[in-house]
């Protein structure tokens, strides 16, 4: 997070996107407090959620953090339960409903959320594009990995002030 300043680019972006009436949309991931949601047995990232704990609809970890607050106007889409944001959630029909044909990501995980999010919007036809000075991933050498190889299969990715500068 630090080596790309995610946080803070990541806030600036939606402070600006929102003062020129852009929908923003917060997709938070949370799980119930005892993991029904999850396989009795899970495996992989969602093993390593349930084991740590994490993410859980009543603790810290399922709050959006502070730097990202939504605000009046914003849509806090629910029902995230896994990796993409659009999977589990109606991320789709909000943005059908608001005429929506652009969609930009940011996040974090760089290599799981935000890619399985930004896959999804592609094949779903949207315009994608994915920040990548606004994301992060447990290492260096998976974001730079995703951001290299992954992003430009299924975005169009640029730093958040290139993108920034194509919302004037």
Not at 12 to 31: S, Y
Not at 120 to 143: K, M, W
Request: negative net charge; glycine residues 8%.
């Amino acid at each position: 997070m630090e080596s790309t300043n995610m946080l803070e680019n990541a806030k600036a972006t939606m402070e600006a996107a929102r003062e020129k009436g852009v929908l923003i949309c917060h997709v938070p991931i949370t799980f119930s407090n005892d993991y029904r949601e999850l396989a009795k047995e899970p495996y992989g990232i969602l093993g390593n959620v349930k084991a740590s704990g994490s993410f859980k609809r009543d603790g810290w970890g399922g709050a959006i953090c502070e730097a990202m607050t939504p605000e009046a106007g914003d849509v806090i889409i629910q029902g995230k339960s896994g990796l993409c944001g659009f999977a589990s959630t109606n991320l789709n029909f909000v943005l059908a409903h608001n005429h929506i044909e652009n969609v930009v990501l940011a996040g974090f995980l760089t290599n799981c959320c935000v890619d399985s999010s930004m896959r999804t919007a592609y094949e779903l036809g949207y315009r994608v594009y994915t920040l990548s000075d606004c994301c992060a991933a447990t290492s260096q050498e998976e974001h730079d990995a995703s951001v290299k190889y992954t992003f430009p299969m299924f975005s169009k990715p640029m730093p958040h002030q290139e993108f920034l500068q194509q919302l004037q």
